[in-house]
């Protein structure tokens, strides 16, 4: 069975093709901006132009931008080609790349909203072992934290905690055959991690 995987969630891009678990290709690039113009053709560069029996996609939290062209673009290769698309969340991809084989927990930091940090723990198995939570950097710092650190906010939350973080900063579509089976989800609803800055007249 081959596998397309899509990770759009922060300023890098890629997607990775599996066959029966191995890899066969791949395309990372830290764009920044740009991944709707990017992602389809970093595709379309895959063997067999990525085709796949099921999609893998990134549900955030992260950018909303992001996160959302990689949703229309695996809905809609899903439909043509007739795969199962099923999203998994960015901070577990994070703390799996971090992992490794090492059985070790991690805290993984993330670039989140109005200078906030995205921050979720996960156990050696790879599971979270809380909701991922927004928090403005110093109370982020003041909380307990996991063996490893890892996110594109890992080393300043390392200063704060005066640790080292580990070196992986962001997401990889190569990485997520490592994520748990229980992580992946049908429902493609994004994760935002926070609650919304607009609220109903009278609530």
Not at 59 to 88: D, K, M, N, Q
Not at 113 to 128: A, K, R, T
Not at 188 to 194: E, V
């Amino acid at each position: 069975m081959r596998i397309l995987a899509i990770e759009t969630a922060t300023e890098a891009c890629s997607a990775a093709l599996f066959d029966n678990g191995a890899l066969v290709d791949s395309r990372h690039e830290v764009l920044g901006r740009g991944h709707a113009e990017r992602l389809v053709p970093m595709i379309a560069e895959l063997p067999a132009k990525g085709r796949a029996d099921e999609i893998r996609v990134s549900l955030g939290p992260g950018s909303f931008t992001g996160v959302r062209i990689g949703l229309a673009v695996a809905r809609a290769l899903g439909i043509a080609w007739h795969a199962e698309v099923r999203g998994y969340p960015t901070l577990a991809l994070v703390a799996a790349m971090a992992r490794g084989d090492s059985g070790q927990t991690v805290t993984v930091c993330m670039t989140g909203g109005h200078g906030e940090w995205f921050v979720q723990d996960f156990g050696g198995d790879g599971l979270p072992l809380g909701a991922v939570a927004s928090f403005p950097p110093a109370n982020a710092g003041a909380r307990s934290l996991g063996d490893l650190l890892a996110g594109s906010k890992a080393e300043e939350l390392g200063d704060l905690a005066g640790r080292t973080p580990d070196p992986v900063r962001l997401p990889d579509a190569r990485h997520v055959p490592a994520l748990p089976d229980s992580l992946l989800r049908a429902d493609l609803a994004p994760l935002y991690g926070r609650a919304p800055d607009a609220k109903l007249p009278g609530g």
